[in-house]
């Protein structure tokens, strides 16, 4: 059995992530403000990453595997976002990620096994879309974080990110909120349908594994085809 921490388990990918590791039969501690739906065998931990200071005397001594899931989406035209929300943006996205994995490092490193970081960064990065300034540049100090880690700290651990396109979450219930929203997500990826939390999750426990043991440094697009294909 291997020590898995999720920060943001609550909810979305990150609890796609959290239940998929479970079945597998991992011992899986969920980080997040609120503890949401989780299976019996998942360790609960409160934490607010943007308040609390990240607690490392409730982790094991030996951790396998991080994975980091808190992100925003602000979708505004570049001359009406403020300051204030691209750093709200990168505190919650870059800064918070930051926190957690320079805490959990030493823990990382101590496991006998080959050890996995696992990041998210959006297809807008790399595509280029309107009205994601704000969360394109956070997520853009993601991918770069994602390569100089990786680089940083090979061989022992392997660090990667998924770039996912719209995926059904929580977090993304306005953008999918009718049926003719649903309907237009979906015709403007080549695989007509847009994404869902246990899509991202399986790449994710892919990362995870011993499955992936020589993939380090990428960004994986899981995106319905939608940053390298054009459909019509």
């Not at 299976?39 to 982790?59: A, G, K």
């Not at 997520?139 to 100089?148: D, F, P, Y």
């Not at 380090?216 to 995106?223: A, K, L, P």
């Amino acid at each position: 059995m291997q020590t898995f921490v999720v920060v943001g388990g609550s909810k979305g990918i990150g609890n796609a992530v959290v239940h998929q590791m479970a079945l597998q039969g991992h011992h899986v501690i969920s980080l997040s403000r609120e503890e949401g739906d989780l299976p019996p065998s998942v360790t609960f931990i409160h934490y607010d990453v943007l308040n609390d200071e990240f607690p490392i005397h409730e982790m094991p001594e030996s951790i396998d595997g991080l994975v980091y899931c808190p992100g925003s989406i602000v979708l505004k035209p570049f001359k009406s976002l403020k300051l204030e929300q691209f750093t709200s943006d990168f505190e919650i996205n870059v800064l918070g990620a930051v926190k957690v994995i320079q805490a959990i490092l030493p823990r990382l490193s101590k496991s006998l096994n080959p050890t996995s970081v696992v990041l998210y960064s959006t297809v807008a990065v790399g595509l280029g879309m309107p009205f994601h300034a704000s969360i394109s540049a956070s997520k853009g100090a993601i991918e770069g974080l994602t390569k100089t880690l990786a680089a940083e700290l090979s061989p022992k651990i392997r660090v990667n990110a998924i770039a996912p396109s719209l995926t059904e979450t929580p977090l993304s219930a306005g953008l999918l909120s009718t049926d003719e929203r649903k309907q237009r997500s979906a015709e403007m990826h080549p695989m007509k349908r847009f994404g869902s939390a246990d899509d991202i999750a399986k790449m994710t426990c892919f990362l995870l594994s011993s499955d992936s043991s020589w993939i380090t440094g990428q960004i994986f697009g899981v995106d319905g085809g939608l940053s390298t294909l054009k459909s019509n």
